[in-house]
């Protein structure tokens, strides 16, 4: 069974920096592709960035292009989520997902598995 863990969010006031972690435990987590998703109470799930197993092919949502790097060690099964210049629309519960294939994917339909997730709070 592969398991997920996030941590890292907190309250942090904008214009401030967080960096999520998800560790992965139980699968081949080098040969996978690994997302990050956000959703904000009454509001749709988001996507947030993806990167392929190999970390040369990360992909960002337009709402976070240029202040989020969504990064991995496989060494060890690790993804992070350095998040710069926070906004408070960044507040949202954030989790990470782990994908069916090696490549980047947008959709939550294509990752097998998620984390349970971690607050992320940015107040004006």
């Known amino acids: 069974q592969v398991r997920l863990v996030e941590s890292g969010g907190g309250l942090v006031q904008a214009g401030g920096s967080l960096r999520l972690s998800c560790v992965v435990s139980?699968?081949?987590?080098?040969?996978?592709?690994m997302g990050w998703f956000r959703q904000a109470p009454g509001k749709d799930r988001e996507f947030v960035a993806a990167?392929?197993?190999?970390?040369?092919?990360?992909y960002y949502a337009d709402s976070v292009k240029g202040r989020f790097t969504i990064s991995r060690d496989n060494a060890q099964n690790t993804v992070y989520l350095q998040m710069n210049s926070l906004k408070p629309e960044d507040t949202a519960i954030y989790f990470c997902?782990?994908?069916?294939?090696?490549?980047?994917?947008?959709?939550?339909?294509?990752?097998?598995?998620r984390g349970q997730g971690t607050q992320v709070t940015v107040s004006s």
């Open positions: 997902a782990f994908a069916r294939g090696g490549s980047y994917y947008l959709f939550l339909e294509s990752y097998a598995y």
């Open positions: 139980g699968g081949t987590f080098s040969s996978y592709g």
């Open positions: 990167i392929n197993w190999s970390a040369d092919s990360p």
